[in-house]
């Protein structure tokens, strides 16, 4: 059995960049239709390899 479904703003803090990125993916070329989930785990991965390469970056400088 399921938990209560949560909306995008509640999963991701950010409901700004999940919503430019769902817009991104229907105004582009990809799929018929985006799932719900998709642009917030775009958004999750875009936000990780960020932090990574940022601390890459210190690490060098």
Do not use: F, Q, T
Not at 10 to 16: A, I, K, R, T
């Amino acid at each position: 059995v399921k938990g209560k479904s949560k909306s995008r703003s509640v999963v991701l803090d950010s409901s700004s960049r999940s919503a430019g990125i769902h817009r991104l993916l229907r105004k582009g070329n990809y799929a018929e239709r985006v799932g719900a989930g998709a642009p917030v785990y775009l958004a999750a991965v875009m936000e990780y390899l960020a932090a990574e390469v940022l601390e890459l970056a210190g690490n060098a400088a």
